[in-house]
């Protein structure tokens, strides 16, 4: 078990920013429950790590920014092989299994003590995540900025790019 | 989840802290009384990333050469607590895992 950590890997060497801290740029596309649980783990992961951390929330993204959307996120069985309960797939487009299987995975957060999409979104921002909220796809969806929870920061590709451009890790998830 | 402040015992943590680092192999001696640390972490029960977050925000209570003790049950965090020790200023005293139970040993540093 290893139990010294300095002079390894140069983790105190931090990122080139500027800021003397590493940077994490993620981009959230993805407006279901599953989708959004990863990129919010990773902004809080990097942020408890003391790193600088941005999301830009596009497209069925920008959902987990929504005040009222974000509560209501789904995970649809349809195509979606991974499924526990292995009903033909085709089952999955009966009405009401999409709720269910969406009842089924907040179940399995709820037992395993983890936050809820707007619990991780308070976490984000006590941890200083800045939060894009991407104004295309406000424009295109008919997003207004009252529908945002509070701390969402309206901004184009190029503002998150400028943030971007500076990041030690970026990932679209 | 319980964070307890044991400033009472700060001196029996630096005798604590001292024979942890003299020895070779930390946490390897099954059955010793658990280290005394400045602050204990209960985050058993927890999944990444709660562990890691919760721990920052206790490092964020800390002062300079206190220690702290996280008590896991994700297996993950094996891997996690030595990242985060080189990610943030901190030594890792110790690590060990015994009964699905991992616990760490962390000491904030100067950054």
């Not at chain 1, 993805?30 to 497209?59: H, M, N, R």
């Not at chain 1, 069985?77 to 089924?104: E, F, K, Q, W």
């Not at chain 2, 005394?36 to 300079?64: F, W």
């Amino acid at each position: 078990m290893k139990t010294e950590t300095s002079g390894h890997g140069g983790a105190e060497a931090r990122g080139g920013n500027g800021s003397g801290r590493r940077r994490l740029a993620l981009v959230a596309s993805k407006g279901t429950l599953d989708g959004a649980y990863p990129p919010l783990i990773l902004a809080a992961t990097a942020a408890s790590l003391g790193w600088e951390v941005g999301i830009f929330f596009t497209f069925y993204g920008l959902d987990i920014l929504h005040k009222k959307r974000h509560k209501r996120l789904k995970v649809a069985p349809l195509g979606n092989p991974a499924m526990p309960v292995p009903v033909p797939n085709l089952v999955g487009a009966l009405p009401g299994m999409t709720a269910a299987a969406t009842r089924m995975m907040k179940g399995w957060m709820k037992r395993s003590n983890m936050p809820t999409v707007p619990q991780f979104l308070d976490i984000a921002r006590e941890s200083g995540v800045k939060l894009f909220a991407c104004s295309t796809t406000m424009g295109v969806m008919g997003v207004k900025e009252t529908d945002l929870v509070p701390g969402a920061d309206i901004a184009g590709a190029t503002a998150f790019l400028d943030f971007a451009a500076d990041a030690d890790v970026s990932l679209f998830v | 989840m319980t964070d307890t402040i044991a400033h009472t015992r700060a001196a029996a943590a630096a005798s604590e802290r001292s024979r942890t680092e003299s020895a070779k192999e930390p946490g390897g001696a099954a059955g010793a009384a658990a280290p005394v640390a400045d602050l204990e972490l209960d985050c058993k029960g927890l999944l990444c990333p709660l562990p890691v977050y919760k721990t920052s925000q206790a490092l964020n209570r800390l002062a300079i050469g206190q220690t702290l003790r996280v008590e896991c049950t994700d297996r993950g965090s094996l891997a996690d607590f030595p990242a985060l020790a080189r990610q943030r200023s901190l030594t890792l005293l110790s690590a060990s895992e015994r009964d699905g139970v991992q616990v760490f040993l962390l000491r904030k540093e100067a950054a």
